[in-house]
T-cell receptor, first 114, second 111 residues
Framework: KAGVTQTPRYLIKTRGQQVTLSCSPISGHRSVSWYQQTPGQGLQFLFEYFSETQRNKGNFPGRFSGRQFSNSRSEMNVSTLELGDSALYLC?????????????FGSGTRLTVV | QQPVQSPQAVILREGEDAVINCSSSKALYSVHWYRQKHGEAPVFLMILLKGGEQKGHEKISASFNEKKQQSSLYLTASQLSYSGTYFCGTETQGGSEKLVFGKGTKLTVNP
């Protein structure tokens, strides 16, 4: 079966712009989480969606937002980009919100802000 | 609260053993372990639940010490394919709690 698909794979944006990243989970998976990965910081939790509702949110500024659609696809948006937003953004899906079967991660979107 | 992993990095020769630790200052419900190879997505290894048994398969196993709020990942007779960065993720409650990851442990296995 198809894995978690993230688009685009790479993005280069200018400070002040906004960006939208997309994630299509494994078919049947209803929970989608987003993480920011930077060298030395590991995976920083952004938010988690289940059945179109945001269930958890990390400690990121309001410039970071997301949503989930009825088909479980999810998008995250970053407005007013800053240089420090440069990172690999990973999306992870799970069958249910309890995560008992673990996450399946996508390959990520590499965002570079210049 | 981000769990703390140790060591930050370890270098082994093929066939040697390694232990990676993950500790939390909060009471834990579950601990997840993932491995990420360079340029690839993290891959789920196993989950340990509060009150559950030690888990493992082949030469990679893990334990969960509820009293210490600590989990350890054991890699025995390491193979070149074990190289990568290992992350532990923790939940402090069951159900819909968010999964918080540590900063990772980079494991390098040399011939």
């Amino acid at each position: 079966k198809a894995g978690v698909t993230q688009t685009p794979r790479y993005l280069i944006k200018t400070r002040g712009q906004q960006v939208t990243l997309s994630c299509s989970p494994i078919s049947g998976h209803r929970s989608v989480s987003w993480y920011q990965q930077t060298p030395g910081q590991g995976l920083q939790f952004l938010f988690e969606y289940f059945s179109e509702t945001q269930r958890n949110k990390g400690n990121f500024p309001g410039r970071f937002s997301g949503r989930q659609f009825s088909n479980s696809r999810s998008e995250m948006n970053v407005s007013t980009l800053e240089l420090g937003d440069s990172a690999l953004y990973l999306c992870a899906s799970s069958l249910v919100i309890t995560k008992l079967y673990g996450y399946t991660f996508g390959s990520g979107t590499r965002l570079t802000v210049v | 609260q981000q769990p703390v992993q140790s060591p930050q990095a370890v270098i082994l020769r093929e066939g040697e053993d390694a232990v990676i630790n993950c500790s939390s200052s909060k009471a834990l419900y579950s601990v997840h372990w993932y491995r990420q190879k360079h340029g690839e997505a993290p891959v789920f290894l196993m989950i340990l639940l509060k009150g559950g048994e030690q888990k493992g398969h082949e030469k990679i196993s893990a334990s969960f010490n509820e009293k210490k709020q600590q989990s350890s990942l054991y890699l025995t007779a390491s193979q070149l394919s074990y190289s990568g960065t290992y992350f532990c993720g923790t939940e402090t409650q069951g159900g819909s709690e968010k999964l918080v990851f540590g900063k990772g442990t980079k494991l390098t296995v040399n011939p």
